[in-house]
Nanobody, 124 residues
Framework: VQLQASGGGLVQAGGSLRLSCAAP????????MGWFRQAPGKEREFVSA????????YYADSVKGRFTISRDNGKNTVYLLMNSLKPEDTAVYYC??????????????????WGQGTQVTVSS
């Protein structure tokens, strides 16, 4: 499965962006999905995850109340709506499929098929 993340860009602090993660030619409708981000010089970190049927969602404490993850299985797409953006949200954002359940939903090693990422830059 090839994942394509899009929707990033340059936005001022307090602004909003909606990221999309599509799987053209494949399907993600039966998988839990996650969003991660990596800022320059830092480790890749968990942002949010969603179960295959969207019943369960999870967020990092740093984005809770500001970001919303959702999915449209009919469109084979997962979204991340980011509101009240802060400069510290600046990073490359990646989506991935949860392929294993060795750890909790934030365990990076359980995810695979990482897309190419989309850059989000928040100016102060």
């Amino acid at each position: 499965v090839q994942l394509q993340a899009s929707g990033g860009g340059l936005v001022q602090a307090g602004g909003s962006l909606r990221l999309s993660c599509a799987a053209p030619g494949g399907t993600v409708s039966t998988y839990a999905m996650g969003w991660f981000r990596q800022a320059p010089g830092k480790e890749r970190e968990f942002v949010s995850a969603i179960s295959w049927n969207a019943v369960s969602t999870y967020y990092a404490d740093s984005v809770k109340g500001r970001f919303t993850i959702s999915r449209d299985n009919g469109k084979n797409t997962v979204y991340l709506l980011m509101n009240s953006l802060k400069p510290e949200d600046t990073a490359v954002y990646y989506c991935a499929i949860r392929r294993r359940y060795n750890g909790d939903y934030a365990y990076t090693q359980d995810y695979a098929y990482w897309g190419q990422g989309t850059q989000v830059t928040v100016s102060s």
